[in-house]
């Protein structure tokens, strides 16, 4: 069954920096794009950024450009959100999704406050 | 940065057929959108019923359908269940971006 299960998420003050990973099994995560998406408390979806398969290709939603870095590592089947100059509205559940939603982690929570 | 529209809230009777839209501040949605079109439960995570603006996945249930309508991405539900009651989440290919819509609470009552 294919898993993906994100994990790093916590309390953070703003202006700080955290880094999500999101643990992959059971498909060829070395072919799949890869994404992020986020959700605040009681409020839609939000996409945040996806990478190509070989990590040469990162895109990002506007409001985290410069602030947020998408990697990955395929020999550890691995995808990454470094999160710097952390804000209140960075406060969301982070999903990782992999290539066409195919499938979806739990999700892990980063909440950002003082 | 585009906005993706769809409606806030909508109500289907059991049995009842209900069509959600998604539309594009940019102008007409086509099949270059690559829609996708998402069901979400309170306290789970998102579950994918449609990708690429037709196509469903193995556990996407036959009475969900997908098409593109009068300039708009649109997800027909057709004999609605008690357990389709759920927020449904469209999201718009944007060239290498998304950019998911607000969503539509489904009441099935």
């Known amino acids: 069954e294919v898993q993906l299960v994100e994990s790093g998420g916590g309390l953070v003050q703003p202006g700080g920096s955290l880094r999500l990973a999101c643990a992959a099994s059971?498909?060829?995560?070395?072919?799949?794009?890869m994404r992020w998406v986020r959700q605040a408390p009681g409020k839609g979806l939000e996409w945040v950024a996806n990478?190509?398969?070989?990590?040469?290709?990162?895109n990002y939603m506007d409001s985290v450009k410069g602030r947020f870095t998408i990697s990955r590592d395929n020999a550890k089947n691995s995808l990454y959100l470094q999160m710097n100059s952390l804000r209140a509205e960075d406060t969301a559940v982070y999903y990782c999704a992999r290539e066409k939603y195919r499938s979806w982690g739990q999700g892990t929570l980063v909440t950002v406050s003082s | 940065q585009a906005v993706v529209t769809q409606e806030p809230s909508l109500t289907v009777s059991p049995g009842g057929t209900v069509t959600l839209t998604c539309g594009s501040s940019t102008g007409a949605v086509t099949s270059g959108h690559y829609p996708y079109w998402f069901q979400q439960k309170p306290g789970q995570a998102p579950t994918t019923l449609i990708y690429?603006?037709?196509n469903k996945h193995s556990w996407t249930p036959a009475r969900f359908s997908a098409s593109l309508f009068g300039g708009k991405a649109a997800l027909t539900l057709s004999g609605a269940q008690p357990e389709d009651e759920a927020d449904y989440y469209c999201l718009l290919s944007y060239g290498a971006t998304g950019v998911f819509g607000g969503g539509t609470k489904l009441t099935v009552l």
């Open positions: 059971e498909f060829t995560f070395s072919s799949d794009w």
């Open positions: 690429e603006t037709v």
């Open positions: 990478i190509n398969p070989d990590g040469s290709e990162k």
